[in-house]
């Protein structure tokens, strides 16, 4: 398996623009997580799916932000507009339920640039 | 709510040498605890984890750590570490599985020869 997929790895962009990234989790895994880093925060969760569902988006940081899953091979992390303090590496990772319980396969990253 | 602290912010071992990396949580019930390891531009990767059982557990690259309850500690340790062993490190803690991980701050270990 190619392991989680992530696009784009870089993106450089200006204040107020849309940024879009996008996920392709391991074939199969029925949770989807999107976590942002930054130095100042760490590893912070933004939200995950189950089974396509949103379950829980309480670390979301605002209305400019907005997650969606279409189907289970996809997601995107949308930011609309987006803003300075944004810039960050937006990491998507992808886990099972059951026996392989707690190991979240992580892909390589999104590093974000808002000037 | 479930809180990971890890003390050091960075650690430099030489090669060769011991290393043992710290970990505290809180958490109100039995906690599952997990030790990830982060490469330069490359996502975290799962090194272990503890759900039960035996308190002393094994992980990938040589790695193990041990739950202490009593201590709530869940500390990582290597006999001897090599070059390729340089990169961040966190620790993780959650309620059940992988839902809703919380993650510590990380510490970032670089090895000199």
């Known amino acids: 398996d190619a392991g989680v997929i992530q696009s784009p790895r870089h993106e450089v962009t200006e204040m107020g623009q849309e940024v879009t990234l996008r996920c392709k989790p391991i074939s199969g895994h029925d949770y989807l997580f999107w976590y942002r880093q930054t130095m100042m925060r760490g590893l912070e969760l933004l939200i995950y799916?189950?089974?396509?569902?949103?379950?829980?988006d309480s670390g979301m940081p605002e209305d400019r932000f907005s997650a969606k899953m279409p189907n289970a091979s996809f997601s995107t992390l949308k930011i609309q507009p987006s803003e300075p303090r944004d810039s960050a590496v937006y990491f998507c990772?992808?886990?099972?339920?059951?026996?392989?319980?707690?190991?979240?396969?992580f892909g390589e990253g999104s590093r974000l640039t808002v000037l | 709510a479930q809180s990971v602290t890890q003390p050091d912010i960075h650690i430099t071992v030489s090669e060769g040498a011991s290393l043992e990396l710290r970990c505290n949580y809180s958490?109100?019930?039995?906690?599952?605890l997990f030790w990830y390891v982060q490469s330069p531009g490359q996502g975290l990767q799962l090194l272990l984890k503890y759900f039960s059982g035996d308190t002393l557990v094994q992980g990938i690259k040589g790695f193990e750590a041990e739950f202490k309850r009593s201590q709530s500690s869940f500390n990582l340790r290597k006999p001897s570490v090599h070059w390729s062993d340089a990169a961040e490190y966190f620790c993780a803690v959650g309620p059940f599985g992988n839902e809703k991980l919380t993650f510590g701050t990380g510490t970032r270990l670089t090895i000199i020869p």
């Open positions: 990772a992808s886990g099972l339920a059951g026996g392989l319980r707690g190991e979240l396969f």
């Open positions: 958490y109100g019930a039995t906690p599952y």
């Open positions: 799916f189950n089974n396509n569902v949103p379950i829980d």
